[in-house]
């Protein structure tokens, strides 16, 4: 019953805009921290960010500080990563990762971002 759908990606030019959005299915979503990962060809996956289970802590890995932002709507179970100023760099799978400590973790089947003139 656990469904984790992300959406949003898409082709876009160095320095443009994408809003991924993460919709959560099949748990409490509420009582899970959430985070987003990516992963290009050829490398190993990566943490881009996380947020507490009530949206009051959030946490980014250092190249995307500044650049990009997470947040969640937990009235629509939702999760979402904006981000700005994107690079030829940031191209890969991002993966949507909702974690219980100690309990479980659950993940998305991922969404393509391509950024590229």
């Known amino acids: 019953q656990v469904q984790l759908v992300e959406s949003g990606g898409g082709l876009v030019q160095p320095g443009g805009s994408l809003r991924l959005s993460c919709a959560a299915s099949?748990?409490?979503?509420?009582?899970?921290?959430m985070r987003w990962y990516r992963q290009a060809p050829g490398k190993e996956r990566e943490l881009v960010a996380s947020?507490?289970?009530?949206?009051?802590?959030?946490n980014y890995a250092d190249a995307m500080k500044g650049r990009f932002t997470i947040s969640r709507d937990n009235a629509k179970n939702t999760v979402y990563l904006q981000m700005n100023n994107l690079k030829p760099e940031d191209t890969a799978v991002y993966y949507c990762?909702?974690?219980?400590?100690?309990?479980?973790?659950?993940w998305g089947q991922g969404t393509q971002v391509t950024v590229s003139s």
């Open positions: 947020i507490s289970s009530a949206g009051g802590i959030t």
């Open positions: 990762n909702a974690v219980r400590w100690r309990l479980n973790e659950y």
């Open positions: 099949g748990f409490t979503f509420s009582t899970y921290a």
